[in-house]
């Protein structure tokens, strides 16, 4: 039982976009604007893609986009390639003991 | 280039002391501006934060309310490493193991190590 909370799976064909969503409380992705999102590949680490709900990282491609609206997180793939295959964790600062919280991750398949 | 490299056993005993180690190169411990964290993923409970030091002036922790009891993360500036120790552990405890570079955003990661919980 995840903290945040996602969709199991999305898909999309190449060349469409997708919209992944999180929903947290008002104690974190509502809050505050310290939402991350990550795309983790088979067998590899997560890789930090979006933070601070917009942002993104030197190196990451501008098709991945973040944005926040009440207690609900959104990460937006457009122009999907089948690299983006791959599942995607979002996560958020919480004012609970636990600060950092995760989503139960949502399986990307590219059709 | 910041990197992270893990080490530690892979096996552990029930009841006994889980001990990993992350090498930081590209950065220091000591830093001021960087918090140093340990993450775990298991199919069963998902991506886990577990806590983090960090430096500011004084040396700082935090950890996850569900292994305060049993949890500690140490900094060691002589090798600029930190490091994560969980006792008691159980089959419960079994998953794979991160440390990452940073607070609410992990922007750098290690490769992961694998530990399982069995006698």
């Known amino acids: 039982q995840s903290a945040l909370t996602q969709p199991a799976s999305v898909s999309g064909s190449p060349g469409q976009s997708i919209t992944i969503s999180c929903t947290g409380t008002?104690?974190?992705?509502?809050?505050?604007?310290?939402v991350s999102w990550y795309q983790q590949h088979p067998g590899k680490a997560p890789k930090l893609i979006i933070y601070?709900?917009?942002n993104r990282p030197s190196g990451v491609s501008n098709r991945f986009s973040g944005s926040k609206s009440g207690n609900t997180a959104s990460l937006t793939i457009s122009g999907l390639q089948a690299e983006d295959e791959a599942d995607y964790y979002c996560?958020?600062?919480?004012?609970?003991?636990?600060?950092?919280?995760f989503g139960g991750g949502t399986k990307l398949t590219v059709l | 280039q910041v990197q992270l490299q893990q080490s530690g056993p892979g096996l552990v005993k029930p009841s006994q002391t889980l001990s990993l180690t992350c090498a930081i190169s590209?950065?220091?411990?000591?830093?001021?501006?960087?918090?140093w964290t340990w993450i775990r993923q298991s199919p069963s409970r998902g991506l886990e934060w577990l806590g983090r030091?960090?430096?500011?002036?004084?040396?700082?922790?935090d950890y996850a309310a569900s292994v305060k009891s049993r949890i500690t993360i140490n900094p060691d500036t002589s090798k600029n490493q930190f490091s994560l120790q969980l006792n008691s552990v159980t089959p419960e405890d079994t998953a794979v193991y991160y440390c990452?570079?940073?607070?609410?955003?992990?922007?750098?990661w290690g490769q992961g190590t694998t530990v399982t919980v069995s006698s």
């Open positions: 990452a570079r940073g607070g609410y955003a992990m922007g750098v």
């Open positions: 590209g950065d220091s411990v000591s830093s001021n501006s960087v918090v």
């Open positions: 030091t960090y430096y500011r002036s004084k040396w700082y922790n």
């Open positions: 008002s104690s974190d992705v509502g809050g505050y604007n310290y």
């Open positions: 601070e709900v917009t």
């Open positions: 996560s958020s600062y919480s004012s609970s003991t636990t600060l950092v919280i």
